[in-house]
Each structure stands twice: as structure tokens, then as C-alpha cells.
């Protein structure tokens, strides 16, 4: 990411760890103090954060298309069947300029 991205200016705290280690992340985050974390992720560091145990709210933006190929949305070794499957409580649902389209999902 360049340094002269807008991410890194005044506006609010941007910490750059390049690390894949996500016992490392957390102990960072907890030495600064930190418990409340914004990550946009994809497929592989989502379902890493899910497997550890380290997410505890998902919010999903979804628009209303469908591509084809490419990686799933999450990746990982549990169970696929109804019995195993993990739940998850559904908190609410806004429609955001037709991003969720109503009555499709």
C-alpha cells in the first residue's frame, strides 16, 4: 500500500502490521488497547478471523448481482451439514440504495 495513501493521513489512527500471524495482531491490538476493529476482509483472512474465534459481529455488504467464479465468501475445514453447520443470530437487515435487494436473499 502506497504511503501516500489517503488511509494514512490525520483524518483518524491507521496501524499498518504486516503479519500473518493473527496471535500476533491480537497481542498488538491489546498492548495498544484496542477491542474494537474494523476489518474488510476477504475470503482467507475472514474465515482465519472466524476459525480463531476472533470475530464476533459480521456485517455484510451484499449487491444485488451474482458473478461467477472466484474464491467463496468464506473457506474453511468445518462441517458442511445441517447438523454441524454454524449458527449464527441475524441481527437486522437495511437496504442501502439497492445494495439488498428486498425479498431476493
Do not use: C, W
Not at 7 to 12: R, V, Y
Not at 25 to 42: D, F, M, S, W, Y
Not at 56 to 68: H, M, N
Amino acid at each position: 500500500m502506497p504511503k501516500t495513501s489517503r488511509i494514512f493521513d490525520d483524518a483518524a489512527p491507521t496501524m499498518l502490521v504486516q503479519s500473518k500471524d493473527l496471535e500476533h495482531l491480537v497481542g498488538h491490538l491489546n498492548a495498544k488497547e484496542l477491542n474494537h476493529v474494523l476489518v474488510e476482509a476477504g475470503p482467507t483472512l475472514g474465515s482465519a478471523m472466524l476459525v480463531a474465534g476472533l470475530i464476533d459481529e459480521l456485517i455484510i455488504y451484499q449487491a444485488p448481482s451474482l458473478l461467477g467464479s472466484g474464491k467463496q465468501f468464506f473457506s474453511f475445514d468445518n462441517p458442511s451439514t445441517i447438523t454441524n453447520q454454524m449458527r449464527l443470530d441475524h441481527i437486522s437487515t437495511d437496504v442501502l440504495d439497492g445494495d439488498v435487494p428486498r425479498n431476493n436473499l
